[in-house]
């Protein structure tokens, strides 16, 4: 694990593996051990096809928080990835990510198409159209952490979560309560605004990127909706998508990523 300071915070990160590289950006309000611990995705193998940049987000894991929520804006914590990217000597990567994470890597696509050989977007978030509700939820959500009402947002999440078949784990249920209950709430209630006000580049801009893009998304989730990923598919010319409906379909996920950098490599 290492240290450098990007941007006005320190970003902890770590970099391991062979052949192309891959940065990687976790969840809104997740981390690089709280990643290890869904195990999504299966990252020695991964590592055995990439060397894979992973990072803790500003404001998230253990990297340092700033003060103005603006700072957490997708687009802001590309110009994160793209100066961590300076920092590390690397010209050119593949953009990957989950949810917030794969919003960053869009973003990055959009803002330094010369520096982005290929995308892996995991699970899209909710964008244009359906994301002034999840806007009007993380907005209430900062009001409850400020409140103390935290009882009343773990309860929601759940509610709200990935129906079982696809995620009954352990570390999915009681990931988020944890994370909750032990995140300095003034550095909470900073990430959760942040997420208020921020989306997906415009389609006009999504549709400019030419670069190999997989796609890799659920079904049941509202924060992570189909439609995203099917628009982002429309949008981004000869991209793949793959769904998952079941465990054993999301369990496939770390053999569909290796095989997309073999084949972009």
């Known amino acids: 694990m290492s240290v450098l300071t990007i941007r006005g915070v320190d970003l902890h990160h770590d970099v391991a593996g062979a052949g192309p590289t891959l940065i990687w950006g976790h969840g809104l309000t997740s981390s690089r051990a709280r990643e290890d611990d869904t195990r999504l995705i299966e990252w020695p193998q991964v590592r055995a096809h990439a060397t894979v940049v992973r990072y803790d987000a500003r404001g998230h894991g253990e990297s340092t928080s700033t003060a103005d929520s603006a700072d957490y804006h997708w687009r802001a914590l590309a110009h994160d990835q793209l100066a961590l990217a300076d920092a590390l000597d690397i010209e050119t990567f593949i953009a990957g990510g989950a949810s917030m994470g794969c919003a960053t890597a869009l973003h990055a696509a959009v803002l330094a198409p010369e520096r982005v050989t290929a995308l892996i977007l995991a699970i899209p978030p909710t964008a244009w159209a359906t994301r002034a509700a999840q806007q009007e939820g993380y907005e209430l959500s900062a009001r409850l952490v400020e ?25 999915w249920r ?8 032990t995140t300095d709430p003034v550095r909470l209630t900073r990430i959760l605004r942040g997420a208020a006000t921020t989306d997906l580049p415009d389609p006009d801009a999504i549709a400019t990127i030419d670069v190999p893009t997989l796609i890799l998304c659920w079904t049941g989730d509202a924060g992570h909706p189909f439609s995203t990923a099917e628009h982002l598919a429309e949008l981004i010319p000869g991209s793949r998508i793959s769904v998952a409906s079941t465990f054993d ?17």
């Not at 009681?174 to 209950?181: A, C, N, P, S």
């Not at 379909?249 to 490599?265: E, K, V």
Request: aromatic share 6%.
């Open 174 to 181: 009681d990931g988020f309560e944890q994370m909750v209950r």
């Open 249 to 265: 379909q999301l369990s496939r996920w770390t053999d569909t990523i290796t095989a997309f950098l073999d084949a972009n490599s």
């Open 147 to 171: 409140q103390g009402e935290l009882d009343v947002l773990v309860n929601g999440a759940r509610a709200s979560a990935p129906p079982d078949p696809l995620v009954d784990v352990p570390a």
